[in-house]
């Protein structure tokens, strides 16, 4: 039970140290409504890591990679059709950004630290982030093969995988503890954060539409 818990312990720790969610959490904290309201990302990359390892670990993994390739295999005579749809739906709407920002008085725009993400935003950005980095989380399939070659009952299994992501969690935690504690010199941060990033959306939002655009339009094309 002891080299369970040392196993654990010392793979989650390492896995904790999670780049994407710990940079994602460093900007969204400033620009949450609430700053309590981060704990919904925080949250989420925890649960989605738990039941990625669930998954994984049953081999329930299986039942979700035929289903992923019989809806591909459905799909793969009208893709050319839905990617070149999705591409006249991106340019119309980069013409339409484009359009709108003609008519955009700089003057009535604010910029403003708080109220930029709700908690639906925070929680599909916290299953993104998790689910990149699942492909990836050397440490945590190691833990789940290793788990997979001793004879633990079920129950054990996922309490030892509960342990595991309240530690993957910790630094998002403590970084949200650092906030709370530092609030007003980080806000001035993300304050000048939100400035750099209004000045540089117009031209950065439709370099990347038309990007978007081109390559699916390109994707389309190769599918004849």
Not at 99 to 105: A, E, H, L, N, P
Request: proline share 3%; glycine share 6%.
């Amino acid at each position: 039970m002891w080299q369970a818990l040392l196993v654990t312990i010392s793979t989650s720790a390492f896995d904790s140290l999670n780049p994407m969610a710990i940079g994602q959490q460093f900007i969204l904290q400033g620009l949450v409504k609430k700053p309590r309201d981060i704990w919904y990302f925080i949250l989420t990359t925890g649960i989605v890591n738990f039941l990625g390892g669930v998954l994984f670990y049953f081999s329930l993994s299986d039942l979700f990679i035929r289903l992923w390739e019989s809806i591909k295999s459905g799909l793969a005579p009208y893709l050319s059709s839905i990617l070149l749809i999705l591409g006249v739906a991106v340019i119309g709407y980069l013409i339409y950004y484009l359009w709108r920002s003609r008519f955009q008085k700089l003057e009535e725009t604010k910029v403003t630290v708080k109220g930029s993400f709700s908690p639906k935003a925070l929680v599909l950005l916290g299953v993104g982030a998790t689910i990149s980095e699942l492909a990836t989380a050397l440490p945590y399939f190691a833990f789940i093969g290793w788990l997979m070659n001793q004879s633990f009952s079920a129950v054990l299994v996922i309490g030892l995988m509960v342990i595991y992501n309240i530690i993957y969690m910790s630094p998002l935690m403590l970084m949200y503890v650092v906030y709370r504690t530092q609030e007003a010199k980080f806000d001035r941060f993300y304050h000048w954060i939100q400035l750099k990033m209004f000045q540089w959306k117009k031209v950065l939002i439709p370099v990347i539409l038309l990007c978007l655009g081109v390559y699916l339009f390109w994707q389309s094309w190769n599918q004849f």
